[in-house]
């Protein structure tokens, strides 16, 4: 039997000759030669079922007797034992006969040792060992004979004279038979210092100990997160992201960046670089790592709805493949609390309003613990109003509840790294790697300059634009935006970054003017084939710029476009079907569609003069690694522009502040009502030491120059007694301690505005009073977002004709909430209104007739036709009231009073998230699936998320039309991950059923 000593000198010879950094398949290589050498035995028929096995083949010995399974090939040679058997029956006749024998001392000695002795040596147990030194040593060794040369001989000893041998011989006695004696040799060579394992069980009891051991080793690596040689990840890690992203190798700057301290030792980092260089790829290798190696969830914050939908495109394959959940936590989706996994590990994938959401339910169900680590893209978000206030917030929470998630932050733009690295107490990681050089120019009249930040000039001349303009020409593009354009048009990309959407859309219908014929060939197949998706996509309706500007190779990209119009004109772009975009500023952030050349026809955003961040983040998409070997940027000035532009690009990047305080310390309210609700603290105390941990704290004096934190604190506090959200009370050390009311809680877990808090309560009381239940318009009305009223406003003739096309039960719910008929009819007429009217009822009406309109007939381009609003702000409506209408649902759960509610907003909030036809919902689940895509794949015959999951992706390429290999492979691996999560909830929720209670009553 193995020692303790023995196995562990087996793991540690391991740790200590090869790379911490090992795969668990080498930990088996390294553990099977153990096995393999025990005792001198095999491992070929190791239990009952493998002798079964090789029955016919190999005969072992009786499972009473045999120690050595397969490795007794010398007994199952039935021609050498017959030899023997020869041999032996000689030696007993001339022994008969008195007649000398000469090979008996050859027989007795030399068949035997001298086969050992000039076998190599063996890494032999240390209870071996033992027993070749008892053996070999004269005055310790056993009663058995000198000649037994049995064991290997490991030492060096003199040559034996078999002549001295012949003279000391001792008198002889019955020789037992060589079978006999070939059997007691192998058995002594098995045997322990001490006694002789004769069991099978025995045997398997060493090899459960030594693999039990290993494995135990094998397991205090794993925590370490040490299990393979890609950066501590499995091999086939790497080969997935060269097959699923086509990356071959990191650059040295990721390589760097893994390899920091701070990352092996789960600090917390903030690493940022420019505009794709990278940043991404190195944070998903980390949510691998700890899934995968800590076998611990990860948090993904990303700043919109559309990112998040394509990161979980992007990881559902690799989920798949390394048999870990990606879950979306965007708009209306996501569980609250996350379903409980007791063998598999998630990545949350969630917006920055849904991540606080979920952190949130995660305190409150005590398992924040099981969040090992939190990524956070565009870090700079924080000082982004009131978003950056609720991610403030979350990373508060994490740092005050948690102190073993690792929390990674990385951006492109940040100012005061320092502030940031206080507050999240972590250490920095700065390059100013790009894998394609900038070149930064500005444009001034018909003159081009290199941008030199570090010289007084700031500009450098370099070249005049080469190009014959006609007197009207002229006048169209004073810019000279198509000069700029057809230099790299149509072989190269360009992006035309303008002020306003309305910009975008000219721009691009001015510059078809006076293109070039030629641009029309240039892949006139696929921009025929992109047209006929963008109509089938507005079910027959297609935009007419885009009508106009698509076969020349252009097309504009903002806000106004819908998802499946924006994602449709991206992949043109990317595969080069699209050869120019014009787009507004929110394409530079966190998009990839980089281009040889970007053009800034502005140095404006709307009214607002550019920051530095955001011009930064914009000529960021210059320069395609791979494709170009450089990028440019030019920025086109007007001569009243030109100093505010040379502080533009020589000043430092803005820097990042608190949030908390934005719009009246709304962000702070939030905070401690949350800290209340959660019961993180209790007293006005504990939420000052809490606050001691906010960005805020560090900021205070730049944020908050006139009072301090304490008395912000305090009077946070009293505001939210006055709004009947806390309540105080003393208890018997005269402490003041903190509670939560009903309407606190309410508005906490339903993650409503506390400027709104007070009015949805009032309307969903004062609906309760007369609720319309034959139409969905009173529900709709109800969670109708309060923050987009001031966004839109009514044509009152539209208003007045949809008006008097209500049922008579629906103008009376209208009369109800507070918009009389008279009213609209009076403004409708242009005749001014005496009466009171509150226009934000008005307006908020007239938006959920809007979504009451769109739930009806699901056609988003007939809505936005019939109101005279943008496609895209139609179905930003939609999704907002979708979140929206999950916020009010879980507001009602917490009031009892509003239990008729429940059921009805649930079904209510999950028609808006898909709107579309029934039929048609459990595809529209599938991430990247739309409505055109989803009524494609029902007709094809792919009805339900089985059908996906289990689809060909070639044969799905070949049946639905304009879909990409890449495309199929993320649709069925989206499928397939949904099918999962569904399975894991409910053989949880079996589980649970049929676990024992831990509390059940016992005599």
């Known amino acids: 039997m193995y020692s303790d000593n023995h196995i562990h000198d087996i793991v540690v010879k391991r740790n200590t000759s090869s790379s911490r950094k090992r795969s668990r398949d080498s930990i088996r290589s390294h553990i099977a ?83 050992f002795r000039d076998s190599p040596p063996r890494a032999l147990p240390s209870s071996q060992l033992e027993f070749q030194k008892a053996i070999t040593t004269p005055h310790k060794s056993p ?12 030492v060096n000893r003199p040559a034996v004279n078999h002549a001295d041998l012949n003279v000391n011989k001792p008198p002889s006695k019955a020789r037992r038979s060589m079978k006999d004696h070939l059997k007691k040799v192998l058995i002594d060579n098995a045997a322990t210092s001490s006694t002789v394992s004769k069991t099978v069980q025995q045997k398997e009891a060493v090899m459960t100990e030594e693999m039990s051991f290993a494995m135990q080793a094998m397991e205090s690596i794993s925590a370490e997160g040490d299990l393979g040689p890609f950066f501590g990840l499995p091999s086939k890690v790497k080969d997935l992201i060269l097959r699923l992203k086509g990356i071959q190798d990191l650059y040295e700057w ?60 992007g990881l559902s394959s690799f989920g798949i493949e390394l048999d870990f959940m990606v879950e979306e936590y965007a708009g209306s989706k996501g569980k609250f609390p996350p379903v409980k996994r007791r063998n598999k590990n998630s990545v949350y994938i969630t917006t920055i309003e849904k991540g606080h959401s979920l952190v949130n339910s995660l305190i409150e169900n ?27 917030m979350t990373l508060s929470k994490i740092l005050y509840m948690s102190k073993s998630t690792q929390i990674i932050g990385m951006s492109a733009t940040l100012g005061n790294v320092g502030d940031l690295q206080t507050f999240l107490n972590a250490e920095n990681y700065t390059n100013d790697f790009r894998p394609v050089e900038l070149k930064e120019y500005v444009k001034i009249k018909d003159s081009i300059y290199d941008v030199e930040p570090k010289e007084e000039t700031c500009f450098s001349f370099s070249r005049l634009l080469d190009f014959k303009y006609s007197s009207g020409m ?23 970054f303008c002020a306003t959407k309305k910009n975008c859309e000219n721009l691009a219908g001015m510059i078809c003017k006076y293109l070039n014929k030629e641009f029309l060939k240039h892949k006139q197949a696929e921009k025929a084939t992109l047209l006929g998706e963008l109509k089938s996509n507005g079910n027959g309706s297609l935009c007419p710029v885009l009508k106009k500007t698509v076969p020349f190779g252009l097309a504009y990209h903002h806000s106004g476009l819908t998802s499946d119009e924006r994602k449709l004109v991206e992949e043109a772009y990317s595969s080069g079907v699209l050869c120019l975009l014009t787009c507004t500023s929110t394409l530079a952030a966190g998009i990839n569609l980089p281009a040889r050349r970007v053009i800034l026809r502005s140095p404006y955003i709307a009214a607002e003069f550019l920051k530095r961040s955001q011009y930064k983040q914009m000529v960021g998409r210059a320069g395609r690694a791979g494709i170009d070997a450089m990028g440019e940027s030019i920025l086109i000035l007007q001569d009243k522009d030109i100093n505010m532009a040379k502080d533009l690009l020589s000043a430092p990047m803005e820097k990042c502040y608190s949030n908390l305080l934005h719009d009246g310390g709304r962000g702070l309210l939030s905070l401690i009502l949350s800290l209340v609700g959660l019961k993180i603290t209790t007293t006005v105390e504990q939420v000052r030491d809490f606050m001691k941990g906010t960005l805020l704290s560090v900021q205070d004096a730049q944020v908050s120059p006139e009072r301090s934190l304490w008395d912000l604190t305090v009077e946070s506090i009293e505001t939210l007694k006055q709004k009947s959200l806390i309540e105080a009370s003393v208890d018997v050390h005269n402490e003041t301690i903190l509670q939560i009311t009903r309407l606190g809680r309410a508005t906490f877990k339903g993650s409503v505005d506390l400027n709104y808090c007070d009015l949805l309560y009032r309307d969903l009381s004062k609906g309760l009073e007369g609720l319309l239940l034959n139409s969905f318009l009173h529900l709709v009305y109800l969670v109708t977002p309060y923050d987009m009223v001031h966004q839109c406003k009514p044509d009152w003739m539209i208003y007045f004709r949809l008006f008097t096309n209500l049922s008579v039960a629906e103008q009376k ?76 649902l879980h507001f009602t759960e917490e009031l009892e009073e509003f239990w ?5 907003l649930s079904e209510l909030t999950r028609r808006l998230t898909y709107c579309v036809q029934a039929e048609l919902i459990p595809l529209m689940e599938v991430c990247g ?52 999560e569904k399975a894991e909830a409910l053989q949880e929720e079996v589980d649970d059923l049929l676990m024992l209670p831990s509390d059940l009553p016992s005599l």
Not at 143 to 154: E, F, I, V
Not at 867 to 885: E, I, K, P
């Open 33 to 115: 030669p153990a096995k393999k050498r025990s005792s001198f035995t095999s491992t070929k028929c190791t239990s009952r079922e493998d002798m079964a096995e090789n029955k016919g083949t190999e005969q072992c010995c009786s499972d009473n007797e045999d120690l050595f399974d397969g490795y007794d090939s010398i007994v199952g040679d039935s021609s050498f034992l017959a030899k023997l058997e020869d041999v032996e029956l000689q030696m007993r006749q001339c022994r008969d006969q008195q007649t000398p024998n000469p090979c008996e001392d050859d027989l007795s000695d030399s068949i035997l040792a001298e086969d």
């Open 143 to 154: 009663s058995r004979g000198a000649h037994n040369t049995s064991t290997p001989d490991l």
């Open 254 to 313: 990721q390589k760097t960046c893994l390899s920091l301290d701070s990352v092996q030792k789960r600090r917390n980092l903030i690493y940022s670089l420019p505009t794709s260089g990278g940043k991404t790829l190195v944070a998903e290798i980390l949510i691998f790592k700890e899934l995968l190696c800590r076998k611990k969830d990860a948090l993904l914050i990303l700043p919109y709805i559309s990112l998040v939908q394509e990161k979980v495109r």
């Open 366 to 392: 005590d398992r924040l613990e099981n969040i090992g680590l939190v990524v956070v893209d565009e870090l700079h978000m924080l000082g982004d109003g009131s978003r950056g206030a609720i991610l403030e």
């Open 474 to 496: 002229q006048k169209m593009d004073p810019d000279h935006i198509i000069a700029l354009a057809t230099e790299v048009i149509p072989q190269q990309s360009c992006l035309i």
């Open 813 to 888: 719910m209208a009369t109800a909430v507070g918009v009389p008929e008279s009213f609209v009819a009076r403004k409708a007429a242009g005749q001014s209104v005496r009466k009171s009217v509150d226009i934000v009822v008005v307006n908020r009406l007239y938006l959920a007739l809007v979504l009451y309109s769109l739930l009806k007939e699901t056609n988003l381009w007939n809505v936005s036709d019939r109101f005279q609003l943008t496609r895209g702000f139609v179905q930003t409506l939609l999704s907002s009231a979708s979140a929206f209408g999950s916020s009010v």
């Open 900 to 904: 008729a509610y429940k059921s009805l």
């Open 929 to 980: 699936v739309m409505e055109h895509r989803a009524k494609q794949l029902y007709n094809a015959g792919y009805k339900t998320l089985a059908h996906l999951a289990n689809a060909d992706p070639q044969i799905l390429v070949q049946t639905i039309e304009n879909l990409f290999k890449r495309q199929a492979n993320q649709i069925i691996a989206s499928a397939k991950m949904l099918i999962k």
